[in-house]
């Protein structure tokens, strides 16, 4: 009986592999009988069906063979090739491995509501069938996008026209998009500190970009008001990195800024979400429907890997919208946006959303604990939004030396200044911690760690 150790990510693979080494190898030999789906899958511990998906590779490869009524042989291999020895993959050097991650914040694979989505997966495959083949409108599927209009007025409070939404494939397809609408020689203001992917995107699309400095109230208003900016990219909310939500008063004066110098405002809502204490705040889309981009992705709320986001364009830009895109496809697949409309509109996403804010409710309280439990001093910036807060060490020599120190205890994490775009002072020796992707007790752990 053949017997493999199996990855448990990815078990069919991984004993489609085993076998076809086997055969190549030469310890399974050419009209060899396997063993039966049945038998192998019990010896290993999996299914039939993980054992029926590796024999059916192996089969259209033309490594075995199928005998009606008599089960899965060997096929006859070149002995030459068959010598051949295996080629070694060789890992990348200079990635250091982690413990702790605090710097992704990759919501936890067990989060994601796998049941939920595969019923409503299978449920889309009965009711659309064929239509799932169809080119999908340049704008995106109008149910989802219905949807996220419904939801959008129960979450923010803002009333959008469906057709104003652009559905994507992630925050920077739509950054592109947005490129192209307002044209490559407006000049661009972005956040400093700021998500890094934000600027190289619009330098990769040829877009100019100016530095904006961040305080406590957000992007430096006065700052902006001086600038030749175009296009401000900003998120009020809850800015990432330091965290700093941007009150009334200044999104008030961003707005009257926009009208004056017809100018647009790009709101990143990322994470708008997970406000922790109390109510969402109110988007600037709400307050400035005519100046404001709105932009948001599900990879917070869902999956990294579920590339999908939606902006909510003003009417004059959804019009040049049409204009440059109508006769190009969505590149999102109308199975997924299907199966994302369902999740939304049979309420089953505010559900998740729900579960999720609880569950991060009690890692934040841990991460929140396990900072003062150290015997060192350090400032905790918190404004209850988002899945990441920010830490300061007084005392550290540096932020070289707080990175070391981390890394030291198998702990990945970054610096405020490692989120610069520009040089600039008044970030130093201020950590970021990310705990979106921790799990219960994670935290404890990691400041025993410093406890040592």
């Known amino acids: 009986m053949l017997t493999y150790n199996l990855d448990a990510k990815n078990k069919y693979y991984s004993l489609y592999r085993h076998i076809r080494g086997d055969i190549l190898r030469g310890n399974l030999k050419g009209g060899q009988k396997l063993p039966s789906k049945r038998a192998l899958a019990s010896n290993l511990s999996v299914s039939v069906i993980t054992v029926q998906t590796a024999y059916e590779q192996l089969l259209a490869e033309g490594y075995i063979i199928s005998v009606e009524r008599s089960g899965y042989f060997v096929a006859d291999v070149d002995a030459r090739f068959r010598a051949a020895p295996p080629a070694v993959i060789k890992e990348e050097s200079g990635q250091q491995k982690y413990k702790f991650d605090l710097v992704s914040g990759s919501p936890r694979a067990e989060l994601f509501p796998f049941s939920v989505w595969a019923r409503l997966m299978r449920s889309v495959l009965s009711d659309e069938g064929e239509h799932l083949l169809e080119r999908v409108p340049c704008r995106g599927d109008l149910s989802l996008r219905r949807e996220i209009a419904a939801y959008l007025y129960r979450m923010r409070g803002v009333t959008v026209d469906p057709s104003r939404i652009v559905v994507g494939a992630g925050a920077e397809y739509l950054y592109g998009i947005i490129v192209q609408l307002l044209g490559r020689d407006k000049l661009f203001a972005v956040e400093n500190p700021g998500y890094g992917k934000i600027y ?14 961040v305080g406590p109230n957000g992007a430096d208003v006065t700052q902006i008001e001086h600038s030749s900016a175009h296009i401000l990219h900003i998120s009020p909310s809850h800015q990432f990195p330091t965290g700093a939500v941007m009150p009334v008063a200044e999104r008030v004066r961003l707005i009257n800024w926009a009208r004056s110098q017809n100018a647009n405002i790009i709101e990143d809502d990322y994470d708008s979400e997970f406000r922790l204490t109390g ?37 004059d830009l959804s ?45 934040r309280g841990e991460v929140l604990a396990a900072i003062a439990s150290l015997s060192f001093p350090a400032q905790v910036n918190d ?70």
């Open 200 to 213: 190289s995107t619009y330098n990769l699309y040829g877009a100019r970009c100016v530095p904006i400095a």
């Open 279 to 315: 109510k969402p705040l109110q988007s600037m889309l709400g307050l400035c429907p005519d100046r404001v981009i709105y932009i948001n992705t599900f990879s917070k709320s869902l999956a990294p890997s579920m590339r999908m986001g939606y902006m909510v364009l003003p009417p």
């Open 319 to 363: 019009d040049n919208f049409l204009k440059l895109f109508s006769k190009s496809a969505n590149v999102v697949p109308l199975f997924e946006q299907k199966t994302l409309a369902a999740m939304i509109g049979e309420g089953h996403f505010e559900r998740h959303i729900n579960r999720l804010k609880n569950y991060y409710r009690a890692i």
């Open 383 to 452: 404004t209850g939004s988002g899945l990441h807060i920010t830490v300061r060490f007084p005392a550290a020599p540096s932020d070289e030396r707080i990175r070391a120190e981390a890394a030291r205890r198998g702990i990945n994490v970054r610096c405020l200044s490692d989120y610069l775009i520009s040089p600039a002072k008044g970030y130093e020796k201020t950590a970021v911690i990310n705990y979106g992707g921790l799990e219960r007790g994670a935290a404890a752990e990691i400041a025993a760690l410093f406890h040592e």
